[in-house]
């Protein structure tokens, strides 16, 4: 009898073992597979874009990340700098939190801000004066804010054949590329740049009075030296119009203040070209070009000013705008 208790009694520790070694496994199988699942969902979470926006009240950064977001999918923040609560050190510390895998930056000072908080990260800007003055890195990608100059001196030839001198003024500091890209293109299609650069806002009169009197035209481009405030603006359009000197330029603004014909570049398509370039980049497809040209533009005619200077139309072309204003 004794005999049978002992037997019994292995037998059972023996089926208490084995239901042990069972449920251990089983708890190791299932804590794998939470290790796994929490990984992938690390995965995940570090996937994704935050948005860093120079100052969301300006209407053309506004505009830029509406068509960005519209189109991108896996936005995880929204940081606005011309909230004067983000500092660096809170954007520094909400970049950490967030971990993005590319951030879509509006406007230089976000730009900038990335680029230094942030290097290591996909950096996709839009909305940038003159992007070849900023420091790149190969993480930089963007669309650039300056049409082509190819493509403005092309459609300012197509509507006035006659032109043939166009007057800039800009800064080395901001234009020094782009004014160099656009000399070289004029050449090509027949045209004449006459230049002055200026450094300080201080300069920009006595520029005005030496170059109005030797163009055909005034192309105003987007430099902060020359448009310092709304001051600067009124007295080149002031001077163009007593000097009967159309004034060519970047924004429907300067509509308003008399600008003769305005070529801009479509703003919620930059913002849709910067989600395409962003979507290709989390997917690792090939990126050919790091920067590229606005694939969009809007431009708007003034004819008041065109019979007022007496400019030479070509009719043909008024297809071509998308703005008539009479």
């Known amino acids: 009898m004794m005999k049978n208790m002992a037997s019994t009694t292995a037998d059972c520790l023996l089926i208490l073992r084995a239901s042990f070694v069972r449920t251990i ?16 969902a690390r995965a995940e979470e570090s996937r994704g874009i935050l948005i860093l926006n120079s100052n969301s009240a300006v209407k053309n950064y506004e505009l830029a990340q509406a068509a960005f977001a519209a189109n991108s999918a896996g936005i995880k923040a929204q940081i606005n700098l011309g909230n004067s609560s ?44 003159n992007w070849q003055r900023l420091p790149m890195s190969k993480h930089s990608y963007g ?21 043939k001198k166009i007057g800039i003024i800009y800064s080395e500091k901001f234009n020094k590329e782009w004014l160099s890209a656009a000399a070289e293109t004029a050449a090509d299609v027949g045209m004449e740049i006459v230049s002055i650069a200026i450094a300080e806002p201080a300069e920009l009169i006595s520029a005005l009075e030496k170059l109005l009197p030797e163009v055909d035209a005034l192309w105003l481009i987007s430099d902060p030296v020359v448009l310092t405030d709304q001051e600067s603006a009124l007295e080149i359009f002031s001077r163009s119009a007593t000097m009967k000197k159309p004034v060519i330029a970047y924004a429907e603004i300067f509509s308003t203040l008399g600008a003769t014909l305005v070529i801009s570049a479509d703003i919620s398509t930059m913002g849709l070209q910067a989600a ?18 606005p694939a969009g533009s ?5 004819m008041k000013k065109v019979k007022e200077y007496g400019l030479d139309l070509n009719n043909e072309a008024l297809g071509s705008v998308n703005q008539i204003i009479e």
Do not use: C
């Open 143 to 163: 669309v650039s804010n300056e049409l082509s100059p190819g493509m403005q001196l092309m459609t300012y030839r197509y509507l006035f054949p006659k032109l």
């Open 25 to 40: 496994g089983v708890l190791l199988s299932v804590s794998v597979l939470v290790l796994f699942q929490a990984g992938e």
């Open 86 to 129: 983000n500092d660096i050190d809170t954007v520094r510390e909400r970049i950490r939190q967030v971990n993005p895998d590319a951030i879509y930056a509006i406007g230089s000072k976000a730009y900038l801000l990335a680029h230094d908080i942030a290097e290591d990260k996909k950096i996709i800007f839009s909305s940038v004066l």
């Open 298 to 302: 809007y431009i708007m005619l003034n």
């Open 276 to 293: 395409t370039l962003s979507r290709d980049l989390l997917e690792h497809k090939e990126v050919l070009q790091s920067v590229v040209d």
